[in-house]
């Protein structure tokens, strides 16, 4: 069975970056789309960026366009999410999903499509 363990997460003010890592095991990362999610408490949970098998396609929410960047180490069997000049909205539990095939740049936010999902880690802007 598939998984993933993030990690990365933690507090941080406004205007300051995270690196959160996104590690799977019990399968190929390469092989799979990879989406970054997240969720604030009493909100749905949201895509974040998204990045393609093996195509380097990436998508991003326009509430991050510009200032995250996804990327993948195949060979580490990790992505990564660079987030830069943080903001207080950003606060949620950051979540990986994985999905087996190719995403559109609609159909990568519905979380519908991903087959595997990691437990989250915790990213707080505040001051």
């Known amino acids: 069975q598939g998984q993933f363990v993030e990690s990365g997460g933690g507090l941080v003010q406004p205007g300051g970056s995270l690196r959160l890592s996104c590690a799977a095991s019990?399968?190929?990362?390469?092989?799979?789309?990879i989406t970054w999610f997240r969720q604030a408490p009493g909100k749905e949970r949201e895509g974040v960026s998204y990045i393609g098998p093996n195509d380097g396609v990436t998508y991003y929410a326009d509430n991050v366009q510009g200032r995250f960047s996804i990327s993948r180490d195949n060979a580490k069997n990790t992505v990564y999410l660079q987030m830069n000049n943080l903001k207080p909205e950003d606060t949620a539990e950051y979540y990986c999903?994985?999905?087996?095939?190719?995403?559109?740049?609609?159909?990568?936010?519905?979380?519908?499509?991903?087959?595997?999902w990691g437990r989250g880690t915790q990213v707080t802007v505040s001051t």
């Open positions: 999903g994985a999905a087996n095939y190719y995403l559109t740049r609609n159909s990568w936010l519905y979380t519908k499509n991903y087959k595997y």
């Open positions: 019990g399968f190929t990362l390469e092989k799979y789309a």
